[in-house]
């Protein structure tokens, strides 16, 4: 089964979109239509995360990982966005609602 070169994810309860793209190619161009300005990514590179809040609209967040390691490294990042945005501190808990969100992403990205 061959794999779709973008993915968009839930953010699920907490408002947002994040979209998972393959390749650096597809990050700069997915990048560009969602954003409106290009993000060049150098070679050395093992991933990217943004996020913007187009035209004030909903949180918008754009990843690329080169491997699974990379990956969650980048997840991280959004789901420390989405709490902060959301007055969340992602050590409440023992940490539990981060690891839950970061789980729930990272499964959803295996389903693809």
């Excluded at 991933?47 to 809040?53: I, L, M």
């Excluded at 420390?80 to 023992?94: T, Y």
């Excluded at 981060?98 to 693809?112: G, K, Q, V």
Aim: charged share 20%; glycine share 8%.
């Amino acid at each position: 089964m061959k794999k779709k070169p973008i993915i968009e994810l839930s953010l699920a309860p907490y408002p947002g979109r994040v979209f998972i793209v393959l390749t650096r190619a597809a990050y700069e161009k997915k990048h560009k239509s969602l954003f409106g300005c290009e993000d060049k990514l150098n070679s050395f590179q093992m991933g990217r995360f943004t996020g913007h809040r187009p035209d004030g609209g909903v949180w918008t967040y754009l990843v690329w990982a080169k491997n699974q390691s990379s990956l969650v490294h980048e997840l991280s990042h959004v789901v420390l966005e989405v709490f902060d945005s959301a007055g969340i501190d992602p050590r409440g808990c023992g940490g539990e609602p981060f690891c839950y969100m970061l789980s729930h992403l990272l499964d959803s990205c295996n389903s693809y």
